[in-house]
């Protein structure tokens, strides 16, 4: 029986085309089994600055216009962000392939890339559905991405003074944050911003969101966990009038005024899970969780 024809759409860190050996390994590997492989545009052009040569891919893609059985991200974190934003709804398995330092969510190392490919085409692999949150500003989805698989941070510009937050869940009122500004997390982003602001760890799948503040005025406000099913609502205030939202780290100006509301997606993000990896194993590893540092 003939092998299963596959597609990729590869995502990748333009700063890390240093690495464009082991990213032509990958490439081979595809080609070899004869997928269809489909390169981001800039990164394209990336690599074939550094490969000084052409080579024979499916075809280019911008944003989010592909469509094909599973994506790449190559880099860290941030390039998987980006791949899953663009994803979308799509529900495109992604794998994470890790050229950067932590590597959480991208946590498929380059020597065991083969491996997990080879996994993939004999169908031995596992999803894990991670919930996604998005953003509407007076009840429209902003026009840059909006949904966000780690966190939604409400933030002070640049060097303005705090901003206030009125908060309320499902219609009731909690409290006014005054802070630098606020920490909406998955349990995808719990081990992200929200945790260097002070927020919980949360395993994935607990159906539970945070929020954290950041560098609050009053030391009687603490990180809060509430249902994922809940709706946030927000009304900040500022001294410029303006303020930041941050959805994955991708930031636009809004002004004050405005009020915000912060709801699970319809859609989740499929990631696939290495073999024999999970997310206690992965917090040992990567954060050196429950070490003993007067042992090291």
Known sequence: MAEKKLSFAIFGN??????????????????????????????????????????????????????????????????????????????????????????????????????????????KFEIEERAVIQLEADG????????????????????????????????????????????????????????SVGGPIIVPQSGILSMTPVAPHSLNIRPIVISDEAEIKLEVQSRSHNFLAAVDGRSEKLSEGVTLKITKARHTVHIVRVEGQQFFSTLREKLMWGVDTRQI
């Open 140 to 195: 429209v989805t902003l026009e840059n991405c909006p949904f966000a698989l780690n966190d939604i941070a409400i933030l002070k510009r640049d060097n303005a003074a705090m901003i206030s937050i009125k908060t309320s869940v499902n219609g009731k009122y909690l409290v006014t944050y005054l802070a630098d500004g606020l920490v909406i997390s998955t349990p995808t982003g719990s081990t992200a911003y929200s945790l």
């Open 14 to 123: 333009t700063s890390k085309a240093f690495n464009t050996p082991q990213i032509v390994e990958i490439l081979d590997y595809l080609k070899a089994r004869e997928a269809d492989i489909y390169i981001e545009q800039n990164f394209y052009h990336v690599l074939l600055k550094e490969l000084k040569k052409d080579f024979s891919i499916a075809g280019l893609f911008e944003g989010g216009n592909f469509d094909v059985d599973y994506v790449i991200s190559l880099g860290g974190d941030g390039t998987f962000l980006r791949a899953a934003g663009r994803v979308g709804a799509k529900q495109i398995p992604i794998i994470g392939v890790n050229m950067g330092r932590l590597g959480f969510l991208a946590n498929v190392t380059l020597e065991a890339v083969r491996d997990v490919l080879d996994n993939v085409y004999d169908g």
